[in-house]
């Protein structure tokens, strides 16, 4: 080397003094960096190891970054950790040291790579935000919210980064969701609350309108509980009992019904509230001078709006007086029940005596007529007129006597079939067989008989029963007609609207007003020249009431009758 080449002293000196200086100025630093007043990072460049400060302007946002809840990381290009707050430490669950100076990428899950690409060349063109999971130091993959922005950071480009515990504000959610399943809870208990307490002031209302109501009127009144339990009695029952409303007996009902009511009485009232179905009974109950009066009770339930029952309210009223005339009512007609079974015993026995009386009667009167038929035939001479006219009169008596006794035992077989049975009978049919019956009457009479049923062709009825109706109307008819007109015979029949109406109508010789009333006697008779026994019209008058029907006739001496009989659809 020249003597050029080397250095002189003083270049030395000065070069020995400008290191010092920068010795002096780096420990400085050092000492800076180790008391915190500043932030340095050491990053590995082409260049060589470089230090990056954070200056003690910024120390304000430096206090921030290290309070906030969330990660925050500053990225050089090549996904370097520059920079980290102690949250994002803990969340990876490293500490400090172990995160700031490696890269990012040890903490994206493989399956990951891409997405974080994509968000770190989004980041770096701007901003960029997404979610993904990471790897912590437990080997778990937790989720976050990462976001990116691009920052200069002492004149170089930097990545901010902040991520976020999705896990964190997931359970803050169900926390919220738990505050807010809460207060919802709690929200219905008040207003379930206050619609108990609106229930309440509602059934209190309608418990003083209810006992206003009650108090006005002149039965005893009371309300009960759903389970029963008498709240209220008006003052119509401390006058019926006597007591005082104070009294430990006054409420008592059950203590004032008669004993032999009770059970009863009790078992309907435990029904009732069981099913919750009307209460509706009859017991005795005492009244103040100690005297047992029959009393109707009744009770309904009353119910809110969702159909459950709030209370009942009742009446007691007194039918003490009812009661007694219904028992008497009800004796008389067991009393009347024995007599109608004590007539039809009667009944019996006078049909067994009628039977048996004719019987009786025709042996002897039949002996009569043989006697006499013998007295005629022991005259072989002719007999004076006296005696034969005593005979003829004989004989017509023993006629009369046996008529009689054969109408008898028809009205006996009449009150025994009177549970014919009932079918639908051809009107127009049943008259034209009748009208054979008596066709030599009416060709007697030389009259003639006019048939209109057209409006009402057919009739339920017992076919035997209704035959004889028609026979008898229909022979009497023509039997007691006018010598001075031609006979004229009409028979109808009317559809009506609770009965069916058949009428025979005649020219004949009538009957005066106050005759028409006793037309349906037995044996009762108002003409003597025309043969008969006085019994058709009682049979059957007897046939229609039996029925259910009725028989009415109007006649007009001189002009003619007209009998109308009503059958019971």
Not at 249 to 265: F, R, V, Y
Not at 328 to 347: F, G
């Amino acid at each position: 080397m020249s003597d050029k080449e080397q250095p002189c002293a003083a270049d030395l000196l000065r070069q020995n003094e400008e290191l010092r200086q920068q010795l002096l100025e780096a420990e400085e630093l050092i000492t800076a960096i180790r008391t915190g007043a500043v932030d340095a990072l050491a990053v590995q460049s082409a260049e060589g190891p470089r230090i990056f400060t954070l200056q003690s302007a910024d120390q304000g946002y430096r206090t921030l970054i290290e309070q906030m809840n969330e990660g925050a990381l500053l990225l050089s290009r090549d996904a370097t950790v520059l920079y980290g707050n102690a949250c994002l430490a803990g969340l990876l669950g490293l500490l400090l040291e172990e995160v700031i100076g490696c890269s990012f990428l040890r903490f994206v899950p493989a399956e990951f790579q891409a997405y974080w690409n994509a968000l770190l060349e989004k980041g770096w063109e701007g901003k960029s935000r997404g979610e993904m999971p990471l790897q912590v130091q437990s080997g778990l993959l937790q989720p976050f919210s990462v976001s990116m922005n691009v920052l200069e950071f002492d004149g170089m480009p930097v990545l901010a980064v902040i991520i976020t515990d999705l896990s964190a504000q997931q359970e803050i959610k169900d926390i919220r969701a738990q505050v807010l399943q809460q207060n919802n809870l709690l929200e219905r208990q008040q207003q379930e609350l206050q619609q108990q307490q609106q229930a309440q002031a509602a059934i209190a209302q309608a418990a003083a309108e209810a006992s206003r109501m009650l108090e006005g009127i002149p039965q005893i009144a009371w309300t009960a509980s759903p389970r029963g339990s008498n709240t209220y009695l008006n003052r119509q029952w401390f006058y019926y009992t006597g007591h005082d409303n104070g009294s430990p007996s006054a409420n008592d009902i059950k203590g004032q019904i008669h004993p032999d009511d009770l059970p009863m009485a009790m078992a309907r009232w435990r029904n009732s509230l069981t099913m919750g179905t009307a209460l509706e009974v009859e017991c005795r109950i005492k009244n103040h001078l100690g005297q047992y009066r029959w009393m109707l009770g009744r009770a309904l339930p009353s119910r809110n709006e969702q159909g459950e029952i709030i209370q009942w309210i009742g009446t007691y009223t007194d039918i003490h007086e009812h009661r007694l005339a219904q028992e008497r009512i009800d004796r008389a007609q067991r009393e009347l029940q024995e007599n109608n079974e004590r007539l039809t015993r009667v009944n019996a026995d006078l049909d067994n005596f009628i039977y048996t009386a004719s019987h009786d009667l025709k042996a002897p009167i039949n002996n009569i007529e043989g006697l006499l038929h013998a007295l005629l035939s022991e005259l072989e001479t002719p007999c004076e007129e006296q005696v034969e006219l005593l005979l003829d009169m004989m004989q017509d008596s023993v006629d009369r006597f046996k008529r009689t006794i054969e109408h008898l035992t028809e009205v006996t077989k009449l009150q025994k079939e009177n549970d014919q049975p009932v079918a639908t009978v051809d009107l127009a049919t049943l008259i034209r067989e009748v009208s054979l019956d008596l066709a030599p009457l009416v060709q007697e009479a030389g009259g003639a008989l006019e048939v209109t049923v057209s409006s009402c062709p057919t009739i339920s009825f017992a076919e035997k029963n209704l035959r004889s109706i028609i026979y008898n109307l229909l022979s009497n008819a023509f039997k007691y007609r006018s010598p001075e007109r031609v006979s004229q015979v009409h028979i109808r029949s009317t559809k009506l609207e609770k009965y069916l109406l058949l009428e025979v109508q005649d020219n004949g010789l009538g009957l005066k007003e106050e005759s028409a009333h006793k037309m349906f006697s037995m044996f009762q008779r108002f003409h003597d020249h025309v043969e008969g026994s006085g019994i058709g019209l009682y049979m059957v008058k007897k046939i229609v009431d039996n029925a259910g029907g009725r028989i009415e006739v109007q006649s007009q001496e001189g002009q003619g009758t007209t009998f109308s009989v009503y059958f019971k659809h």
